[in-house]
């Protein structure tokens, strides 16, 4: 025997309670405790004070349709757990369709009523409430453990990213130890030899002495701009501010900075004044949207590795070409050029070749190149040849749906 359900029968015909009632106490595959209300008022109030598992609901009552009760029982919601099967005097198809819709789950006619189809009918409707329960127990549990996989991704993910940003913290402290002691150590020995004999020194040698100290400690400023530009980045903080850039005159203006930078005192007696940049553009660089300060930091951190990785110097070449709907431009050298099976790394932050020696720097230019190219929607590829040099080639769309 199966466990006891709760049935609740509403009919004002004292008989046809009874007769109900008769039925169903001789199933042998399930018990009731029934329960009987003459009206839809007493139905309605016998709702509200118990859970039923099914009701037996007479389509004519002397306060209210089947169909009103129907009603007020999902208005008020007094029919979760409940299915109701509607009796009625006459069969009415229309009025079966009808009662159906507003969720009867079945629909007897009294005159051919016995006792098998009633068991029968309460029984289907029990178990198939039963499978509903299962089912929507089943949805409530996958979406919990949904829920719990999300958060578990989420919280990993999170967890990544903190891992991600102390590494990188701690790399950064790592450079920044490393790569500020050697300017360091010259600044502080131009500084103390100008301080102890400069009224000694003439003063071709206290220029010197002077460029030294303002060489090594742009290159000091760079490494922090460097790091806190990359910091930006690991931090998602970077903006894309996209406006229409005339790339001509926008690389003109920059190759005439690096040729300054060039052409001071200091750094033409470190290259014996041998790097020499060549521009070149052909095709349709028109039309182009794109942000100046991601594309200044691109350019810049190509060019100034190509020039410190070629210390015998030679020509830097940067080439514009501009296409319908993109835009390619590339920086080559023919300088130390990268190991071949150290070339797919070089674009992690912290990543250089084994050949640098002795050559400074942090890792980071093509790092940061690499962002700024791709919030731009692009790609950004090199190839290179142990000592024949570097093409970084960056391909850029005319307009970026990022």
């Given at each position: 025997?199966?466990?006891?359900?709760?049935?609740?029968?509403i009919?004002?015909?004292?008989?046809?309670?009874?007769?109900?009632?008769?039925?169903?106490?001789?199933?042998?595959?399930?018990?009731?405790?029934?329960?009987?209300a003459?009206?839809?008022?007493?139905?309605l109030?016998?709702c509200?004070?118990i859970?039923?598992?099914?009701i037996?609901?007479?389509?004519?009552?002397?306060?209210?349709?089947?169909?009103?009760?129907?009603e007020?029982?999902?208005r008020?919601?007094?029919?979760t757990?409940?299915s109701?099967?509607?009796?009625?005097?006459?069969?009415?198809?229309a009025?079966?369709v009808?009662?159906?819709?507003?969720?009867?789950?079945?629909?007897?006619?009294k005159?051919?009523l016995?006792?098998?189809?009633?068991?029968l009918?309460?029984?289907?409707?029990?178990?198939?409430?039963?499978l509903?329960?299962?089912?929507?127990?089943?949805?409530?549990?996958?979406?919990?453990?949904?829920?719990q996989?999300?958060?578990l991704?989420?919280?990993?993910?999170?967890?990544r990213?903190?891992?991600?940003?102390?590494a990188f913290?701690s790399?950064?402290?790592?450079?920044?130890?490393y790569?500020?002691?050697?300017?360091?150590?010259?600044?502080?020995?131009?500084?103390?030899?100008?301080?102890?004999?400069?009224?000694?020194l003439?003063?071709?040698?206290q220029?010197?002495?002077?460029?030294?100290?303002?060489?090594k400690?742009?290159?000091?400023?760079?490494?922090?701009?460097?790091?806190?530009?990359?910091n930006?980045?690991?931090s998602?903080k970077?903006q894309?501010?996209?406006?229409?850039?005339?790339l001509?005159?926008?690389?003109?203006?920059?190759i005439?900075e690096?040729?300054?930078?060039?052409?001071?005192s200091?750094?033409?007696?470190?290259?014996?004044?041998?790097?020499h940049l060549?521009?070149?553009?052909?095709g349709n660089?028109?039309?182009?949207?794109?942000?100046?300060?991601?594309?200044?930091?691109?350019?810049?951190?190509?060019?100034s590795?190509?020039?410190?990785?070629?210390?015998?110097?030679?020509?830097?070449?940067?080439?514009?070409?501009?296409g319908?709907?993109?835009?390619?431009?590339?920086?080559?050298?023919?300088?130390?050029?990268?190991?071949?099976?150290?070339?797919?790394?070089?674009?992690?932050?912290?990543?250089r070749?084994?050949?640098?020696?002795?050559?400074?720097?942090?890792?980071?230019?093509l790092?940061?190149a690499?962002?700024c190219?791709?919030?731009?929607?692009?790609?950004?590829?090199?190839?290179?040849?142990?000592?024949?040099?570097?093409?970084?080639?960056?391909?850029?769309p005319?307009r970026?749906s990022?």
């Amino acid at each position: 025997m199966s466990d006891t359900r709760t049935l609740l029968i509403i009919d004002d015909c004292a008989q046809d309670r009874r007769i109900y009632r008769r039925y169903l106490l001789k199933d042998p595959h399930q018990s009731y405790q029934i329960l009987e209300a003459e009206s839809a008022k007493d139905g309605l109030a016998l709702c509200q004070k118990i859970l039923c598992d099914v009701i037996l609901l007479d389509f004519y009552l002397p306060d209210m349709t089947g169909l009103e009760i129907l009603e007020q029982l999902t208005r008020e919601r007094l029919d979760t757990a409940a299915s109701v099967i509607m009796l009625t005097g006459q069969g009415d198809e229309a009025v079966a369709v009808q009662a159906m819709k507003k969720g009867v789950q079945d629909y007897l006619v009294k005159q051919h009523l016995k006792p098998d189809v009633l068991q029968l009918a309460v029984r289907k409707v029990i178990q198939h409430s039963d499978l509903q329960t299962v089912l929507t127990k089943t949805r409530e549990r996958q979406r919990f453990m949904l829920k719990q996989a999300e958060l578990l991704a989420q919280t990993q993910a999170a967890l990544r990213k903190e891992q991600k940003l102390n590494a990188f913290k701690s790399q950064m402290m790592t450079t920044v130890s490393y790569e500020y002691r050697t300017p360091l150590a010259s600044i502080l020995a131009a500084t103390s030899t100008l301080k102890q004999h400069g009224v000694k020194l003439d003063e071709s040698k206290q220029e010197k002495f002077l460029q030294i100290i303002e060489h090594k400690a742009r290159y000091m400023a760079k490494l922090v701009d460097d790091l806190l530009v990359f910091n930006q980045f690991e931090s998602n903080k970077a903006q894309f501010k996209p406006q229409p850039l005339d790339l001509y005159h926008f690389f003109s203006g920059l190759i005439e900075e690096q040729q300054e930078k060039l052409s001071d005192s200091y750094a033409a007696a470190q290259s014996a004044d041998r790097h020499h940049l060549v521009y070149e553009i052909t095709g349709n660089y028109k039309g182009f949207w794109g942000d100046g300060g991601l594309l200044r930091q691109i350019f810049v951190n190509l060019i100034s590795n190509a020039i410190k990785f070629s210390p015998d110097g030679g020509e830097i070449e940067f080439h514009l070409i501009g296409g319908e709907e993109q835009v390619i431009f590339y920086v080559k050298d023919k300088g130390i050029g990268i190991p071949i099976n150290e070339q797919e790394n070089l674009f992690q932050a912290f990543s250089r070749g084994s050949n640098v020696d002795t050559i400074p720097g942090t890792g980071l230019g093509l790092a940061i190149a690499k962002v700024c190219v791709e919030l731009h929607g692009g790609d950004i590829t090199l190839e290179s040849q142990v000592g024949k040099g570097t093409r970084v080639i960056v391909t850029l769309p005319k307009r970026s749906s990022v």
